[in-house]
Structures are given as structure tokens and as C-alpha cells.
């Protein structure tokens, strides 16, 4: 961000969708019989074994008594088989005998094979949980990974490739009963001492606030991480001042059920009224009647603004109308003027707003009721009717007096909030179905509690992991309260997700260690093609950082290599200040790279990377703004030469891609340790008519380094504006 200024590895490559989606991997069927009684172990427990054949096996129908569901399970590969009468939603399970830690299965399809279909398991064979989730299958032999423990496991089909039953020559179970496991985590629980939570009754709401925001308001790179809930009510004359690391959320389902007659206020006091690092922090799901009729919300980078309510305007800028660095708005209704005012750059999603003031650089809009016209280049309006597709991110909540986590349905082509109809669409999920993790958590419990079935809560705090988390189950929802922020200890990944359905990872930081991590964090694994697009994974105000609170390296920050994935708002920040920063001393090449194909990004924030910021290599990506700083701290033009080519481009399409669109782009550079440095184009792209880029800019801070051009060879240069920050346009490439 702007602080004083005025206004790779070798890639995969392009691919196309693999045939066979949602598998985890396949083997030969001729090698089948003799070699899957030989999956290695992945994980330290007893190698797992073949638990399934022979025993007990029940179905939702047969073809006829030759087909029966022990046929399934005798062994006998390609000489007996289950069949189902010839209908859609058909099941096939079998009894364990005794629960296990599940590893893995093997299905080995005849002819009628299963589309789509679900791996199930349950402790009684009532309760049913999916383990995994194949979304488009080609049928041959299926090997998916699966999590958890189960007695009973059961294949549920959901639609059928072909005119007849589903049919499975073998359905093979692997896993163990060593009980390696350890005791069963259980789920829900307290919330922790760092969560606060009100009720209007509650004495001394105000002088806790102000507690809190007195060690939070310049605490940048501090250790403390709180939250502030409200339950369902109303509350009179509060102004909740929200410093570092501090979220408020409203415990109701809708925002109109948790009333606050006052404010929710961010400015820049501490910083001598320059905003520019109001990073880290949050407010949900709250009605706001403003004191004085607008509410104050001066924010940079990392804070989000979702599911709010404000009955009256909104004011985004610090008093005295101080340097501002872009934010984050999404189903959220402003009933009056949002005053952009000082704001650099801003995102506004499927919300209603009732106008808008100011553009500065780069303002963009998509599904936002009110929104002004599009106008870029002057005005810098870029604004999209509709939202392609997005699905909001999951919050806690009150039903009664059980907590409960919403999980809002996936909109396309969506408008305006999810809320304002009347109820949300979504999922309730029970808090008992979550293991709350609290500080002291270790990665080998929170993948314990993850191999359960659980989904994870982060309750405020600092947690070190010394191993992946490993997030392999379809649907599981990762949650984070109050910045909870995630250090990989010795160089790990701090987090990685299978290539399954429905993954929601929101609401947390990872802070990359002073060991390098070959990446931070990993959507599906590399090679993933399973098709996700009825159920996508979404990465909703996921921070990363590398160095600032203390040294920090990584090489890539967030790989995305599962399809479909939904990045929506983020910010991936090498530190150019704060402890732990300098050019080799933080150093980070690559900021984001995306590897899978149809990927959409909303709202993305990526900034001062040794190289390249964001590399994609996948087709058919989709970004609706992106907001970006090349590294200020390159000791000379050497220092960042690309072969013939002066600088790594802020936002890179590689030349594989045939399809590619992306909507209101902004890079600017400062660098500030020597200002002769020239980069030839803040964007690269292939020149295709399916790749397509609409309001794009680069701006020199104040003559600190300049762009000959926009994209590629086309745009003008940033140097004939000398040392004023005047930014150069393009409405359209190619």
C-alpha cells in the first residue's frame, strides 16, 4: 500500500478437462488384483489393509438374484458383480464389523458405471456422512481417498452414465483398526477467552470495546486476536472501534436481527490520519443506525466489509480525508452515499448502495444494486450488472441458544444481497459438528479432528503448525474468528486441500515462517482435474503474509490446481515494512498462481513479490478486480531483469492460455530504493481474441520507478508524468 504517496517453478501448462473428475487417481485394471493390496500407508498409523471383502453387504436393489451386493465383496474382480435395478439414486454398502480409520477406496466399475455418486460412511448405518464426492466419472477403476472413521460404508450413487443399473464388479475399502487414531475428539465447546460475546443486557458493552481497541488500534504486528459477537437485539450508544486483528459480527441469521443505535467505526488516528495500514479486521452481519447519520469505515487492504446494514451513508475514508488503500463490500446494503472520497482503489459485490462519490484509481462494482454507470477510464467506474458466480462466506450464528455455522447456497449471475428477500438460502450446520480449535492446538490434533469428520472453528489466537493441515474431505468448512493466524514451523505448507467438492476456507491468516515454504497454502493437489463446478471451493478473506511481524519466506504463497475454485477477497502481501523485510530477507517470488481451469476471483489483492505477483496458467479464468504494488524494496534494475524484459509483470497469463477475461486491473510501483528502475508493462497477456482485459492502469507513485506500458507493448508509458502520480489507462486489450 501506498505509505506517504499522494493521490517460478516450471508452470504445469495450459490443460483441458480431464475425462475421468473427481477422482483422486486410477489404477489400471489389469494391475488391480495384484497390486492394490500393496497402497502404501499415508499416515504414520498400521499400513492400511483391505477391511471390506467378505463381509456383510446390503443395496437398494439388485438386477436380479446373479447381481447380488456381496458380489461386491468376494474378491473376485472381473468374474462377479453388483447390479442395480435401472433408476438414478441407488446405494451399496457393507458392514466393517467394527469402526476404522478409513484410507481409501477402489472401485472397479463394469459397463454401467456411476457418474456421479458419494462415498458415505456412518458409525450406525443410519447417520450418514460424505466422505468424498465424484462429480463426473468415466467409470474403469476409481481410487478416491477418504477420511474419518466409519463401520458401515457405503457408495451412494446419484446418477447413472448409462441406460442401465449402476454395476461395480468390486467395491474394495481400505483403512485399519489399530485404533492409531488416539481418542476421539469431540466437537463444539466454549468459544475461548478471546471471543467476547454480548447480549443487550450485558454491563460494560462500551468500556470492553474500548479495552480491546486500546491494545489493538496500532497493534500491527501484535499477538492479540479478539472478537466481539452479538447476539440477536438491540443495542444503544455504542461506538465499536475496531483496531488490528478484531472482528465484530451480529449473532443473527440476517443482519437486521443484531441492531447497533451507533457505530462501527475504523480511522487513522494513530497513523496521523494516513489509512493506508488499516489492515487485518472485519465486521458482519449488523444493522448500524449511525450517530451521526454516516458511519466511518477507513480501511486498507485485508478488511471486509460483508452482510452489513447501514441506515444511512458510509464514509471510507479517515478524518481529514488522509491517504486511503482499497477494501472489500459484499452483501452488504449502504442505504444512503457511500463517500469514497481519499479511496485509491475499492470492490464492491452484490450489495445495494444508495450512490457512490469519488473514483480516484479504480473502482470497481459487480451485482451492486446503485452502482454508478460504467464510465472508465473518467470516471474510473468499472461496473458488471451481475456477479458470475459467488457463494458467501459461511459465519457463526445463533438458532435459540445453539450456535450454528450458515453456510449460504452458491448464487449465479447474482444481484443485490442474499438477504434482503427474506431468509438466506444456505445450510445450518450444528457447532457439535466443528472441533473448536483453540491456541495450543496442535497440526496433528486439528488433523485428527479433520480425519473425524469435524470441521474446524479457529477461535482467536496464533497457531504454529510443524505439518500440513490437511483438509481432504468434500464440504468441510474451515472458519476462522478474529484473524486467527497460522505460522508453518521448518519450511511446511500450512495448509492443503484435496481436490474434492465444496471446500470453504474463510476468515483466517497464514504467516509464512522463517524457514522458506515451497507454498503456503494449496488448493488441490498438482495434477487435479475432478470438475467442481456445481460445488465449488471458495477462499473468502484468507489472508497471507510474508515477513513484517517477523522474518518469513515462501516461494509461491497460494497455488490454486483444483478447478472451479472461487478466490474471493484476499490479500497476499510481502511486507515492505514493519520487522523481518528486505529484498532477500522476506524474499517471496510468486504471489498467487493458478493452475486450474474456470477459476474465478473476486476481489483480489496482491502485492510487492520478488517476481511475479499472480501467474495463471489455467483456461477460462475469470478476475473482477485486482489491486496490485510491485516490490518497493529492489535494490537496482538487475534486480528484477526478466531475461530481455525489465520487470515480472504484476498479473501474467502465460502464453498456453486460450481463454482468459479479467475486469478492473490496477498496478502501481514505488520504488522507492532506487526510482530509476523501469518495468516494460505491469500485465502480460497472449494475444487472443479469447483472452480479454477491460480497465486496466499502472501509476507511478510520485516519479518512483516507472511503466513504459500498460500490457504487453500497448498502453502508454507512466514517464512523461515525471514525478505527479497520474496513471496510465486502458480501457480494453486487445
Keep these: 500500500m501506498p505509505v506517504g504517496i499522494p493521490l517460478a517453478p516450471p508452470p504445469r501448462g495450459r490443460r483441458s478437462r480431464p475425462a475421468r473428475k473427481g477422482i483422486a487417481g486410477a489404477l489400471a485394471t489389469a494391475l488391480a488384483g495384484s497390486l492394490l493390496a500393496l497402497v502404501p500407508a499415508t499416515t504414520a498409523h498400521a499400513a492400511p489393509t483391505l477391511l471390506s471383502q467378505g463381509r456383510t453387504a446390503t443395496a437398494s436393489s439388485t438386477e436380479g438374484p446373479a447381481f447380488a451386493a456381496s458380489a461386491a465383496f468376494d474378491g473376485n474382480l472381473t468374474g462377479t458383480r453388483w447390479a442395480s435395478s435401472w433408476q438414478d439414486a441407488q446405494w451399496l454398502q457393507v458392514d466393517l464389523g467394527k469402526s476404522a480409520t478409513l484410507s481409501h477406496a477402489v472401485l472397479t466399475w463394469e459397463g454401467a458405471y456411476g457418474k456421479s455418486y458419494q462415498i458415505q460412511s456412518s458409525e450406525n448405518g443410519t447417520d450418514w456422512r460424505t466422505v468424498t464426492s465424484v462429480g463426473a466419472g468415466d467409470g474403469g477403476t476409481d481410487e478416491v481417498s477418504l477420511s474419518g472413521t466409519g463401520r458401515y460404508i457405503r457408495m451412494n450413487g446419484l446418477t447413472r452414465a448409462t441406460g442401465y443399473g449402476f454395476s461395480l464388479w468390486e467395491f474394495q475399502v481400505y483403512g485399519s483398526t489399530d485404533g492409531g487414531g488416539g481418542p476421539t475428539l469431540p466437537g463444539g465447546g466454549d468459544l475461548g477467552p478471546n471471543v467476547h460475546v454480548f447480549d443487550p443486557s450485558t454491563p460494560g458493552i462500551q468500556a470492553k470495546l474500548d479495552q480491546v481497541f486500546q491494545q489493538q488500534e496500532s497493534a500491527q504486528f501484535g499477538s492479540g486476536r479478539h472478537a466481539f459477537l452479538f447476539k440477536p437485539g438491540t443495542y444503544n450508544n455504542l461506538n465499536a472501534q475496531i483496531g488490528f486483528y478484531t472482528q465484530i459480527a451480529g449473532l443473527g441469521l440476517r443482519p437486521g436481527d443484531t441492531t447497533i443505535n451507533g457505530d462501527v467505526t475504523v480511522d487513522a488516528g494513530w497513523f496521523n490520519g494516513n489509512a493506508t495500514q488499516n489492515f487485518w479486521r472485519g ?60 479511496q485509491q482503489q475499492w470492490y464492491t459485490r452484490d450489495s445495494s448502495i444508495g450512490g457512490w462519490s469519488n473514483s480516484v484509481w479504480n473502482q470497481t462494482f459487480s451485482g451492486v444494486q446503485g452502482a454508478p454507470a460504467n464510465a472508465f477510464p473518467e470516471p474510473r467506474y468499472t461496473t458488471l450488472d451481475t456477479t458470475p458466480i459467488s457463494r458467501e462466506k459461511p459465519y ?18 447474482a444481484r443485490g444481497t442474499t438477504w434482503a428477500g427474506g431468509a438466506p438460502q444456505g445450510e445450518s450446520i450444528p457447532l457439535s459438528q466443528f472441533y473448536v480449535v483453540k491456541p495450543g492446538a496442535t497440526a496433528a490434533t486439528i488433523n485428527q479432528a479433520l480425519a473425524q469428520g469435524l470441521h474446524l472453528l479457529f477461535t482467536p489466537g496464533v497457531y504454529h503448525v510443524d505439518r500440513a493441515i490437511e483438509v481432504n474431505r468434500a464440504n468441510t468448512i474451515v472458519l476462522g474468528l478474529g484473524l486467527a493466524t497460522i505460522i ?26 522463517p524457514v522458506n515454504s515451497p507454498t503456503l ?44 475454485t472461487i478466490i474471493d477477497h484476499t490479500w497476499v502481501w510481502r511486507a515492505d515494512h514493519g520487522e523481518g523485510w528486505g529484498w532477500e530477507t522476506n524474499r517471496a517470488d510468486y504471489g498467487v498462481r493458478v493452475n486450474g481451469d474456470d477459476v474465478l476471483a473476486t476481489g483480489l489483492f496482491v502485492e510487492h513479490f520478488n517476481k511475479y505477483d499472480v501467474e495463471w496458467y489455467g483456461e477460462r479464468g475469470r478476475t473482477i478486480f485486482y489491486q496490485n504494488e510491485k516490490a518497493y524494496d529492489a535494490p537496482n534494475q538487475a534486480a528484477i531483469q526478466n531475461g530481455a524484459t525489465k520487470g515480472y509483470a504484476a498479473y501474467r497469463v502465460d502464453d498456453s492460455v486460450n481463454t482468459h477475461e479479467a475486469w478492473g486491473l490496477g498496478s502501481y ?22 483472452v480479454k482485459f477491460h480497465s486496466l492502469l499502472v501509476v507511478s507513485l510520485g516519479g518512483m520507478g516507472h511503466y513504459n506500458h500498460v500490457i504487453n507493448s500497448t498502453g502508454a508509458s507512466t514517464i512523461p508524468a515525471g514525478t505527479s502520480t497520474v496513471p496510465s489507462t486502458l480501457v480494453s486489450f486487445p
Excluded at 669 to 690: E, L, R, S
Aim: charged residues 20%.
Design 521 to 564: 497454502l494449496e488448493i488441490g493437489p498438482q495434477g487435479a482435474g475432478a470438475d467442481h463446478a456445481a460445488n465449488p471451493t471458495t477462499v473468502q478473506d484468507v489472508y497471507i503474509r510474508i515477513g513484517g511481524a517477523h522474518v518469513g519466506k515462501a516461494t509461491t504463497s497460494m497455488v490454486v490446481n483444483s478447478d472451479d
Design 283 to 342: 465486521a458482519e452481519g449488523l444493522t448500524l443506525n449511525p450517530v451521526s447519520g454516516t458511519n466511518r469505515w477507513a480501511v486498507s487492504q485485508a478488511a471486509s466489509f460483508r452482510r452489513m446494514h447501514v441506515k444511512g451513508g458510509l464514509n471510507l475514508a479517515p478524518n481529514g480525508y488522509g491517504w486511503a488503500s482499497g477494501g472489500y463490500i459484499a452483501d452488504s446494503k449502504i442505504d444512503g452515499q457511500v463517500g469514497n472520497y481519499s
Design 488 to 513: 508453518p514451523d521448518n519450511g511446511v505448507t500450512a495448509m492443503k486441500v484435496a481436490d474434492v467438492d465444496g471446500v470453504r476456507l474463510a476468515g483466517f491468516l497464514i504467516d509464512a515462517g
Design 396 to 413: 457463526l450464528y445463533l438458532d435459540g441458544n445453539e450456535y450454528k455455522v450458515f453456510a449460504p447456497a452458491k448464487r449465479t449471475n
Design 669 to 690: 510501483c514505488n520504488y522507492n530504493v532506487d526510482p530509476t528502475i523501469v518495468q516494460d508493462h505491469g500485465f502480460k497477456a497472449p494475444v487472443k481474441p479469447g
